[in-house]
Structure formats: C-alpha cells, structure tokens
C-alpha cells in the first residue's frame, strides 16, 4: 500500500492531507486484507456522502461489503453488528465516540474495528482509527465524515485505477452538511478537499450571495427565509421581502408570471440585487460583520443541472438529510451514486415532507418561547418534532425572535420506550469562550444513566424520559463551569 514516496501518490498527486495519510494507509491497508467487511454509517447528509465515497471506492476496489446505517451507535446498535458474521467492520461518520463499547467488542474478538470519523474519540484505544482529532486537526470544522472518508478512499487508490480524486466533491457535500464553512468558506484540511474537487471537475467556488436556497427558493423566499442574514423589514418579512425586490430595476416574474430565482437572474442583475440589499441592511443598521457575510464563498457541483436541488452544495446537503433522517438512507445514498431516476424523484418528494417539517417545527419554538436556565436556554418539543430532526430545527431557531445567539440551546424530544432525545447547539464565539457541548452532553448524560457526545460546538444525546430534570440541571452547571474557566 505505501509508496515509495512519503509524499505523494503513484501518480504523483501529493496527499491531501499529510498529517493523516498513516493513519489512512493503515485503514486501507486493513481492509484491502480483510476483502470482505461491513460498511456502517451515520444517518445524516455527512454520514450519507460518508458512505458515497466508501462505497465508491470500495467498489473500485473490488471489495466484497455490504452497507448499514444507523440512527446512534449505542450499545444495541453495537451488540446487533457483533452479531452478524464479519470479523471487519468499517465505521465511517461514527465510532470514535463509541470507541468504548467497541473496543471491548474487538478484545473478545467479535470483530476488527476500521473507523473514519471526526467525532471526540471516547478514552479507549483502537488500530485503524482515521480522525483528525487524534492530529490535533479540528473535527469540528476541518474535516467531516465525509472528508475521513474521502482519505480512506484515496489511501485505496494506489490499489485502483483511478485515485479516487473525482469523489472529493460528496465529501465537500458533507463538510458543508455538517455545517463546516464558516465566514470564507471551507478552512483547514476541508481547504485541500476543495482542491481537489476542483481539480477533478466536480466543483467550482464561486463569491456569491450567501443566502440558502439559491438555486431553488423564488427570490422573495430567498429573502425572507434569509434568517441568517437578519436584515429588518426584509428578513422574516414576506411584505418586506416582495417591496424590496419589486422597488429594484429587475423584472422578478419569468414570461409566465413565475417568480424568477437567484440562479435565473444574470451577472449585472445579481449585483443590483446584493448592492441594493448591502445598501438596506446598511441603512437599517445591520452590524458590519453580517453585512460583509452577505456576500461569500459557496460551493456548486459543476456537473449538476443548475436550478436543481442538486447544484449548490448546501441544498444538496439538506436533500440528503431529507432522505436519511426519515429512514430512507437507501434514497439519499442512490443520489450519491449519481442515480437521476428514481431514487432523485422520490429525494424530492421527501425534500418537501422535510421542509414542512423544518418550518412547522420552527413556528412551533418560536410561538412557544423557550425556557431559560442560569447558562442554557431550551425546550421540550415532546412528540411535536421528530426526534432526528430536532438538532437542525434548534440550530436554525437561534437567532430567530425570542431565541438567544449568546447561550447555548439544548432541545428534548421524546424518541418512544421512555427514552428522550437531546440536541444541543452552540456557537463559535462560546467554544471560543470555553464551551465544550460533546463533553457537556458525554458526561450530563452518562451521570442519568444515557450516553451522547459529538463536537465542542454540536452535541447530542438519548437520557431516560424521567431524567430530564436532573440531566438539565448537570448541563447548566457544567456549561457555566466552561464558561467560567477561560
Ligand atoms: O453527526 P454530525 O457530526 O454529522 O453532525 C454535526 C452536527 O453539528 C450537524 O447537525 C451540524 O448542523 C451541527 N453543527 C452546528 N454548528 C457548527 C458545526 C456543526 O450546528 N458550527
Ligand atoms: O445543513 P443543515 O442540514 O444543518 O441545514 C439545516 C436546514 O436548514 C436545512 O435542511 C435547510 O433546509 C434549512 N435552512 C433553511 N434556511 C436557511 C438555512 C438553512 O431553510 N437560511
Ligand atoms: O443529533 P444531533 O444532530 O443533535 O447531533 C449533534 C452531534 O452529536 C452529531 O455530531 C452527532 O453525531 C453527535 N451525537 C453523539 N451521540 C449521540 C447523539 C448525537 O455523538 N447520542
Ligand atoms: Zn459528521
């Protein structure tokens, strides 16, 4: 598997990203030996494109796998993979937080572990373990599932003919689904995917306005559902939005009367509707650091149709979870593979079942107000938003009316068999200030009898049902003792 050159590939590419290359020769290595192995992965957009490029590569490669998914890695989800025959299983998007229930797995030889993730490992050692966290690289906003993934693929291309480059564009999927680009884009190792992304042709960066739904949202949605943006009288405001766009010197309707989107509009038209939009949001006193995110780097997927859910990288992403988190990995996962058909009709068809649900969800949390502790706000959605979904709904609720940026959110949902769900979000400026919401939720959780984990910025966790109380007064504390320290 090694070449002779440190350094670069057989043909000569460097490797994306040095730092983790033994690590990935060794996973490689591990199951170019093995032949025959289970793939499992995580059920949202990073876990999907995870499993893309495994499968893609593991193709390739000849290789004999079959593919799971699943909701959490918990001990059950352990248990019933021990239980089927493969002596190799390869993680991807999960394992290290789980390192714990798996390495005893491994020890009494129930099967060999080969894991490419990105999340906190759990203290437990393991071999062929791909994370860039184990080289002081940030799992948060460097590298995803799909980026550890997309090494595993190129430390396999040395045994392919090609060297798997063209699959960096999925991993740039799920660095984005996890929410990885910040101000400037992608950053870190994520940066050398994009390289090699557009390298292979998949990919173009492009300065753009950096509101969701570019290439599918008419442009009064576009700007009204711009919560990010948060620009009075436009944001939030679907009058506001119609008045901004029809007061500018650009036709909005098509010949048919039809809303025109962002895609639709030409080069000068879109710098008279973001000059005009700088202008206003500069008028209506916007701080200057979110008027100069308005305009930013994003991503589009050079081979898709533009107009479709699958051009810009962001709304792909939010296609997948659509899939994914509503038992349909299969779907997202055919998507992934490039399937047009049936698999991309049925995408839709669930796309506009996720929507409603995001938006049902997020009137519901902005009607009810959440509740707040001494460190933390929160909210208890019960059976009123389905438990996979609740992180994305709690992480687009922040900054919403009533809904604070400055402390971290923790939401519940109830997940059935006395078990309740946790999601928590935080922001970049408190993990500046200290906040850890994966060692948060690890130890809160674990101390009522659940377990969770995940980033400093992003965490989640199942508790029993009647420990809500107790579990919420462990994470106010530990959040205020973070907060406290630096
Ligand atoms: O399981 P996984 O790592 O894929 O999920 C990461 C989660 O963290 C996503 O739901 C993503 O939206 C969230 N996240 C966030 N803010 C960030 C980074 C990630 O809410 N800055
Ligand atoms: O990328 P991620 O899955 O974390 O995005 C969360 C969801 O937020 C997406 O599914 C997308 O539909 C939605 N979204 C939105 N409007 C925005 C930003 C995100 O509807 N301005
Ligand atoms: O489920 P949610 O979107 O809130 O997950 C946020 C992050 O926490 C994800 O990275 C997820 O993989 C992680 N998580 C975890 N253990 C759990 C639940 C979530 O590590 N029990
Ligand atoms: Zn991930």
């Known amino acids: 598997m090694a070449s ?4 670069t590939d057989h043909d000569g590419a460097a490797f994306p990203v040095p730092e983790l290359r033994e690590r990935a020769e060794a996973c490689a290595a591990r199951l170019c030996e093995a032949g025959e192995f289970l793939l499992c992965s995580h059920i949202d957009a990073d876990g999907l494109t995870s499993a893309a490029v495994a499968t893609a590569a593991f193709e390739r490669a000849g290789f004999d796998f079959e593919t799971a998914f699943f909701k959490q890695l918990d001990a059950d989800a352990v248990a019933s993979i021990a239980a089927t025959d493969y002596d190799v299983v390869c993680f991807t ?53 799909a980026g550890a993934a997309y090494l595993l693929a190129r430390a396999l291309g040395d045994a392919t003919e090609t060297d798997n480059r063209d699959l960096a564009a999925l991993a740039v999927v799920g660095a984005v689904g996890d929410m990885q ?83 639709d509009l030409d080069g000068d038209e879109r710098r008279t ?38 051009r810009d990288v962001s709304e792909f992403s939010t296609l997948l979870n659509a899939t994914a988190r509503y038992e349909r990995a299969d779907v997202g996962l055919a998507v992934c593979l490039g399937d047009r058909g049936a698999a991309l009709d049925r995408a839709r068809t669930l796309l506009r079942n996720h929507r409603r649900n995001l938006s049902e969800g997020l009137q519901w949390i902005t009607n009810e107000g959440v509740e707040r502790e001494e460190h933390v706000q929160w909210f208890d959605a019960g059976t009123r938003i389905r438990e996979t979904i609740v992180g994305i709904v709690a ?81 106010d504390e530990l959040v205020g003792e973070q907060l406290a320290d630096e």
Do not use: C
Not at 278 to 302: C, H, K
């Open 4 to 7: 002779a050159d440190a350094t």
């Open 93 to 145: 998007d999960f394992g290290s937080g789980q390192l714990d229930v798996i390495a005893p797995r491994e020890e009494a030889g129930e099967f060999v572990p080969v894991i490419a993730d990105h999340h906190q490992p759990a203290e437990a050692e393991t071999e062929f373990h791909l994370n860039p966290l184990l080289e002081g690289l940030d799992g948060a906003s460097e590298l995803s599932g």
């Open 181 to 263: 680009d910040n101000e400037g884009g992608l950053s870190g190792a994520n940066e050398a995917l994009v390289a090699d992304a557009v390298a292979a042709g998949a990919l173009a960066e492009v300065t753009d306005l950096a509101l969701y739904g570019r290439q599918t949202r008419p442009l009064p949605k576009l700007l009204e559902y711009a919560s990010e943006a948060r620009i009075p009288g436009i944001s939030n405001d679907q009058a506001g939005a119609i008045e901004f766009l029809t007061d500018l010197d650009v036709p909005m309707k098509d010949a048919d009367g039809e809303w025109r989107r962002w895609v």
């Open 273 to 310: 509707v973001a000059s005009a939009l700088i202008r206003r949001a500069v008028s209506s006193g916007v701080p200057s650091e979110r008027v100069d995110a308005l305009v930013d780097t994003t991503y589009v997927l050079a081979d898709e149709e533009p107009g479709t859910e699958l």
């Open 395 to 475: 992480g687009m609720a922040v900054g919403a009316n009533g809904v604070s940026a400055r402390k971290p959110i923790v939401a519940f949902a109830d997940k059935g068999a006395g078990e309740t769900k946790v999601s928590a979000r935080g922001s970049g400026f408190l993990v500046r200030e200290g906040l850890d919401l994966s060692a948060v939720l690890r130890e809160a959780s674990r101390a009522v009898g659940g377990d969770g984990g995940g980033h400093d910025v992003a965490a989640g966790a199942t508790i029993p049902a009647d420990e809500r109380e107790a579990f919420l007064e462990a994470v």
